[in-house]
């Protein structure tokens, strides 16, 4: 009888299952059509002419016009802003994974004296506005002669990302056994050895998670960069995308093709890791 209660009970609850998975799916498909159709509508909008998108601005291209990339591209000098963007996100990464790691080693291996205190600090700064002491940020920055510079930016921008960084990376540490950092200081390793051949290997997710995240962060920062780069040949993307529509405002087709091209970097990186971006999240829950 019980057998036959639980198979009862089974088949009852089934279609409740199935309205809920229904639900979930509905949910996601509205989601997902809310995140990808302005997306949509850019891009399509950036093969047209202005003609096209005055008289059906969320419609199909009844022409496609490539020659949109190419003019803005060259009247928004993207190549040289492009790369100037790439500098600094791989520098602020490199930061990032260096000072960010090494930190994390510590706070999560060696467990200073006051290391909590230290997390809570970081925990506590990290969600003071930046704007409450960019002023005097920036007379400093002016006095150390890193102003118009891209390591000044990314110093700056490695500092801002750095509680995110230890935070997550000294979780990922905390969950990972150490008995392999024990056997191979037992072999004669030191603690560069055992950081780099046992620590690294086996936090790489974490690693790749906080460079992605601060990557897409650097890539997409304008503020800042607009306060701290007044010279031309050391913007970054955002900055020139900013200006490029000053001067280009009202042709839409190529300030939506500006705008494709800035966003297509980040969307493709962010497709090709994003699985590993969320082992990374989800394995490298806070521990305190």
Known sequence: MSVLSRQLQRRSATPERHKFRALNHVILIFLTAFAIIPIAILVMNSMKTQTQIGQNPIGLPTELHFENYGKAWDLGNMGMTAANSAVMVIMTVFLEMVFGGLAAYSLARKNPPGGAIVMLYMLVASTVPVWLYVVPLFFLWRDLGLLNSRIGLALIYAALNAPFSIFLLRSYMIGMSSDFEDAARVDGANELQVILKIVLPLAWPGFLTV???????????????LIFIQDPSAAPITTSYFKFTQRFGRDWPLTSAGAVMMIIPVLVLFLALQRRFVEGLTQGGVKM
């Open 211 to 225: 460079g992605l995240v601060v990557g897409l962060a650097v890539w997409g920062e304008f503020q800042l960069a």
